[in-house]
């Protein structure tokens, strides 16, 4: 069993700054990619940023400049700063993690529970 979990959203002003935080728990042999994703009402969820355990980064080309991905894999976690923030970032923001877990060779998608950030004056 393994588990994703979230925390950090909230409402902040325009221009403001959040950091989401996520980790991961339970049978993890290996974690190969880690990342987050966001997902409005009436849009379909959207890739925000990845790493991948070689330190590869990945950025949707809306967040590059304002947001940084990074990642503790000691601590299983990945974090996402989330600076210079607008009103067109509001969304729930989910946690992704690829994972192999301990005693299986194959590869499985996680995911968290969401968690939700409301940029807003």
């Known amino acids: 069993q393994v588990q994703l979990v979230e925390s950090g959203g909230g409402l902040v002003h325009p221009g403001g700054s959040l950091r989401l935080s996520c980790a991961a728990s339970g049978s993890i042999a290996k974690i190969n990619v880690m990342g987050w994703y966001r997902h409005t009402p009436g849009k379909q969820r959207e890739l925000v940023a990845t790493?991948?355990?070689?330190?590869?980064?990945n950025y949707a080309d809306s967040v590059k400049g304002r947001f940084t991905i990074s990642r503790d894999n000691a601590k299983n976690a990945v974090y996402l700063q989330m600076d210079s923030l607008k009103p067109e970032d509001t969304a729930v923001y989910y946690c992704?993690?690829?994972?192999?877990?301990?005693?299986?060779?194959?590869?499985?998608?996680?995911w968290g529970q969401g968690t939700q950030v409301t940029v807003s004056s």
């Open positions: 790493v991948n355990n070689g330190g590869t980064i």
């Open positions: 992704n993690a690829h994972i192999v877990r301990i005693g299986v060779v194959w590869e499985s998608h996680y």
